[in-house]
């Protein structure tokens, strides 16, 4: 991945956590709908646009480092948990 620092921009940061609350909320939609197998993959997403839109603010900004082995592990368990969706709607 690319060490370099993203630019700290407020406006940025409020894109990515408003986008990590309608991914939030489209899980717990589909937990209570007729898809609750999806809501693991939707929440672990959430979390990773959360993550990505603390780093873009000054206050919550961490080293490069522990920011992309965060993401790695978050991309790697949201990934996991779509790949389990489809396995399980497969089934259904």
Sequence with gaps: MSSL??????????????LSVFV?????V????KAPFAMFG???LSILLFVVGLQR?????VNQGIFN??????GFAA???GI???FYAATV
Excluded: H, N, Q
Aim: glycine share 4%; with cysteine; net charge positive.
């Design 5 to 18: 620092k993203p630019p700290k921009s407020i406006f940025f940061a409020a894109a990515w956590m408003s």
């Design 24 to 28: 939030a909320l489209a899980g717990y």
């Design 30 to 33: 589909a937990l209570f709908d």
């Design 42 to 44: 939707l929440f672990t």
């Design 57 to 61: 603010t000054e206050r919550f900004y």
């Design 69 to 74: 082995s965060r993401i790695r592990i978050l």
């Design 79 to 81: 990934a996991l948990c």
């Design 84 to 86: 389990g969706t489809v």
